[in-house]
């Protein structure tokens, strides 16, 4: 199977990258484009047999998978320079949650799904969301998902969730890695201690804490009711923390999501020239 990558940007690259590590894919079997031709040079350097090409047609005239890695707005480019190549028997996967399955499926005369993959695949770990159009058959799935589970834990929903599952599994890391840096970052201030080492402990703290949620078949609360003996130095500082954070994550989750439809609505307009159905 020959697989295309039209973008080599961070989640590009860093699926080519997991793909080569877990040796679900070989060099020889993979060709890439960008609109910056240097960064796909540049893998293909880094990965012998890699063919980086200039144009997007060549990747799509050559592949049998084809994943979609551009930002919302440079679809519709990468799109049409993609349509006279693309044959019904291709698969076409985007991994950009604002460009809905519809927008490819009414232009693209093939097969579409959607991905969207986690920062923590690059370590062969997390989940990658799956979402399905109308012609994708059960052969299909399981090809991709055969791929898609060298490098992390597929998981197929409705696309109504994109974007609030995205939140939990691809914007996850960097939110409680923000709440981590600060949790350390007050510690080094409050008490001296030397910053690597404080990153080194909580650094093990959460992933032992991850393991707890997996492995261990813990919920979240029963982790806090285990640490947190009543009257103790643990549940006085979770008493703070549900004050001072109180509503937050709701403000959170209004805030991804009304980016999310405004990305929406700009990919509409790229695509079909004005709003369509309100988006």
């Given at each position: 199977?020959?697989?295309g990558f039209i973008g080599t940007g961070t989640m590009g690259s860093l699926l080519v990258e997991a793909f080569l590590k877990a040796k679900a894919l070989r060099p020889t079997q993979i060709s890439v484009s960008n609109r910056t031709y240097a960064k796909a040079?540049?893998?293909?350097?880094?990965?012998?047999?890699?063919?980086?090409?200039?144009?997007?047609?060549?990747?799509?005239?050559?592949?049998?998978?084809?994943?979609?890695?551009?930002?919302?707005?440079?679809?519709?480019?990468?799109?049409?320079?993609?349509?006279?190549?693309?044959?019904?028997?291709?698969?076409?996967?985007?991994?950009?949650?604002?460009?809905?399955?519809?927008?490819?499926?009414?232009?693209?005369?093939?097969?579409?799904?959607?991905?969207?993959?986690?920062?923590?695949?690059?370590?062969?770990?997390?989940?990658?969301?799956?979402?399905?159009?109308?012609?994708?058959?059960?052969?299909?799935?399981?090809?991709?998902?055969?791929?898609?589970?060298?490098?992390?834990?597929?998981?197929?929903?409705?696309?109504?969730?994109?974007?609030?599952?995205?939140?939990?599994?691809?914007?996850?890391?960097?939110?409680?890695?923000?709440?981590?840096?600060?949790?350390?970052?007050?510690?080094?201030?409050?008490?001296?201690?030397?910053?690597?080492?404080?990153?080194?402990?909580?650094?093990?703290?959460?992933?032992?804490?991850?393991?707890?949620?997996?492995?261990?078949?813990?919920?979240?609360?029963e982790v806090q009711a285990k640490v947190a003996v009543p009257g103790g130095i643990t549940a006085q500082a979770l008493d703070l923390l549900r004050r001072e954070t109180s509503g937050v994550f709701n403000r959170l989750i209004k805030t991804t999501h009304a980016?999310?439809?405004?990305?929406?609505?700009?990919?509409?307009?790229?695509?079909?020239?004005?709003?369509?159905?309100?988006?």
């Amino acid at each position: 199977m020959n697989v295309g990558f039209i973008g080599t940007g961070t989640m590009g690259s860093l699926l080519v990258e997991a793909f080569l590590k877990a040796k679900a894919l070989r060099p020889t079997q993979i060709s890439v484009s960008n609109r910056t031709y240097a960064k796909a040079q540049a893998l293909a350097e880094r990965y012998p047999g890699l063919r980086a090409v200039h144009a997007n047609a060549a990747v799509a005239a050559n592949s049998d998978l084809i994943f979609l890695c551009v930002k919302p707005l440079e679809f519709k480019k990468a799109v049409d320079d993609m349509l006279p190549f693309i044959r019904p028997d291709q698969l076409v996967v985007s991994i950009t949650s604002p460009v809905l399955i519809s927008h490819l499926e009414e232009i693209l005369p093939c097969k579409i799904a959607k991905v969207i993959p986690s920062v923590t695949n690059v370590i062969l770990s997390g989940a990658t969301l799956c979402i399905y159009g109308g012609r994708i058959e059960a052969g299909d799935r399981e090809r991709l998902e055969s791929l898609l589970s060298r490098i992390s834990s597929p998981l197929q929903i409705d696309e109504p969730y994109t974007r609030i599952v995205s939140d939990l599994s691809s914007c996850g890391p960097a939110f409680m890695c923000y709440l981590l840096e600060q949790f350390v970052e007050a510690a080094v201030r409050e008490t001296g201690i030397p910053r690597d080492d404080a990153y080194k402990v909580a650094g093990a703290m959460l992933s032992g804490t991850g393991r707890l949620l997996t492995e261990g078949g813990l919920s979240p609360g029963e982790v806090q009711a285990k640490v947190a003996v009543p009257g103790g130095i643990t549940a006085q500082a979770l008493d703070l923390l549900r004050r001072e954070t109180s509503g937050v994550f709701n403000r959170l989750i209004k805030t991804t999501h009304a980016k999310y439809d405004e990305d929406v609505a700009k990919v509409a307009v790229s695509f079909y020239g004005e709003e369509v159905n309100g988006q």
